[in-house]
């Protein structure tokens, strides 16, 4: 299969296009995405130090139940 000139020229002409609108999206987005991926790394870091909190709160609070059961009966009588 063989191209005429006009084809090279057209299949040159789309790849000039694609360089510049890629290079155009990624020069330009970059940075943003970069700061938005900064900003959800460090809340996530927090919300799970906050989870982990939380689920030593209630573990304490099972054990905490768990002993007030037990002297349930020893305080009725």
Known sequence: ???TPNEWLIVGLVFLL?????????AGGGRK???RYKE?????ADLE??????????K??????????ARAPADRI
Do not use: C, P, Y
Not at 49 to 58: A, P
Not at 60 to 69: F, L, P, Y
């Open 1 to 3: 299969m063989d191209f």
């Open 18 to 26: 694609g360089l510049l609108i890629g290079g155009a999206l990624f």
């Open 33 to 35: 995405h970069k700061v």
């Open 60 to 69: 304490q609070a099972e054990i905490d139940t768990v002993a007030a059961r």
């Open 40 to 44: 959800e790394s460090t809340r996530r």
């Open 49 to 58: 130090r906050e989870n982990d909190h939380l689920r030593k709160q209630l």
